[in-house]
């Protein structure tokens, strides 16, 4: 039983939301000199509805005679009493009540355009629209074919466009008005005709209009066609976005939302020299200036200036200066100035200047991004200057970052404070860290420089080439009898990692681990080599003090082989060593020293000692 009770109701709710609004429901009578009020009776029984009216102000015990068929309430109504009674509906009651009638002398300020729009079926056709650019007058119909527009009764004769999407525009030049219109739209190009009554001109929706019907295929200014942020619009302004082909160009637009704007239905589809939205603003362009509260947003180009509280988002090409509080996005390019408190993004070009509080994006800039977190775009011709990241396919020009620079073609200088990335270099990488190049043409200026290939210098702590410098070398001296390197780099400027070893004499021994930086020719059989070299002697017995040698070396260099050569020459040796340590540490240090062309010792205990030697060395690889 429960279950039976629930499908009733469930197939009521069906019904009744199945229901057509009580206006939109057919009627079909045909009296012959019968009381209103019967009609009336008759009329509500046949409509589902209830009528609710002021006998005393409306005469129905008249009789009257009237023939409707397959007529909406609402046209019914307007046969019925001949515009002379307006009707709105509550609920499921239509409330009746008099026309106010004109003083003879009074001017009619307001007229009302009414009727049904169809497709060559028959079939009332919905969000269909109903314009006139000139005096920015629009309306749209609703589920069931209907629209109702408002004009300047001074404005008539007045001509106003039908169109909707996928089928023929048609124009409409209305002359009079008394009775409501039917308005057929056709995919295909239609004949031209002339609808004329005898009527004058009333403030409440009537019946038949005369008018003057023609077709164009042919839009009088062709408007931006996009779907560009749509859905945050009314679906009446939604419907002439879609439908109508023509721009509306205004001097002055005022708006607080989309739907309240002095632009009204026609705000998508129009350009504006000068715009203000108090909240938000949606407009197909702007050729001047437009000022937003909190959004602007425009599906077509903008010139020359605009800002936003918030955001500023455009459909089309700006030109001039944007500024937002938190982003501007532009779907296509930027020829000038973009400055955003957060972001800025451009998916086509910027030919100008970006300044985003936190991130700016484009595809491609002729000019300079300037960003708090991290610059992006496809390719650029300036600079980029970011807190933290700037990523780019192909610069030319220099990228500045806080962190991390990364390009993929670069031509020109990257700096920053920790790592810099390249595929194909042309220029220098500077960073406090790490930089990193595929193909090099310049240098590299950093703590760890890593490349495949370097037509240059690198230039830091540890620096590798992978087709360039990486040498093996086995030397001795007069200091170290075995010492083993490690060379890395490019022929012209490499680091070297050096141990070393002396143990074989009398005495204490001692160990040696230094760094230094190297540099030679690249002759093809001899070149010239030299070296600058720092190592630190740990003595046997000591683990303070250790003694700092430093080596200059300056020699010749032959290529035994493919992979080996051989080096000697001179090397001038300075040793810094501190004279109130143990007697093993001196007497190592005087082992050590075998002549001195100077020797000081400072009051603080550190004696300098320098010679000249030699040193012979092989290298491998």
Known sequence: MRWLVILIFWLSGTYVTALPPALEREVNIRVANEPLKEVLNRIAVQAGIQFSYNPQKIQVNKNVSVSIQHKPLRLALNILFKGTVQFKQKGNYVILS?????????????????????????????????????NQLSAVTNAYGYFMMQV????????????????????????????????LLQQQQITYHVIDTDAKSISAPVDSIGVVVLTTDTPVHPAVKNKFLENIISPKIKANLHNIKDTVFTKVQFSFVPYLSTNKLLSANAVNTFSLNVLMGYSQGVNGAEVGGLVNIDRGNVRYFQAAGLVNAVGGEVKGAQFAGLVNYNRKSLNGFQSAGLVNVVQDSVNGLQVGGLVNVCERINGSQVAGLVNATERINGTQLAGLVNASERVTGVQVA???????????????????????????????LVNVAGKITGGQAGVFNVAD????????????????????????????????????????????????????????SCYAAGYGLGAGTTGKKWRLAGDVVSQMLFISGERRNAPLLTNVFVGAEYSIGKKISLSCGPAFRMLLSYTNANTDYQALVNNLVPYTFYRHTFPAGTSVHMWVGAKVSLKFL
Request: aromatic share 10%.
């Open 98 to 134: 008099p026309v106010a009638v004109q003083t003879e002398n009074a001017p009619v300020k307001k007229i009302f355009i009414s009727g049904y729009v169809f497709d060559a079926a028959g079939q009332k056709l919905s969000d269909a629209s109903i314009y006139n650019i000139s």
């Open 453 to 508: 290939s370097c037509k240059g210098i690198p230039v830091g702590f540890f620096s590798y080439v992978r087709s360039g410098y990486h040498k093996v070398e086995l030397s001795a001296d007069e200091i170290l009898p075995v010492q083993f390197s490690f060379l890395t780099g490019v022929q012209q400027f490499h680091n070297i990692f050096t141990l070393g070893y002396n143990g074989f004499t009398s005495g204490p």
């Open 152 to 183: 300047p009764a001074d404005v008539l004769p007045i001509t106003v466009r039908v169109s909707k999407d996928t089928y023929v525009d048609t124009l409409v030049v209305i002359q009079t008005t008394d009775h409501a219109i039917d308005i």
């Open 402 to 432: 806080g962190l991390v620079n990364v390009a993929e073609q670069m031509e020109g200088w990257q700096c920053s404070g920790l790592v810099n990335v390249a595929e194909q270099m042309e220029g220098w990488q500077c960073s406090g």
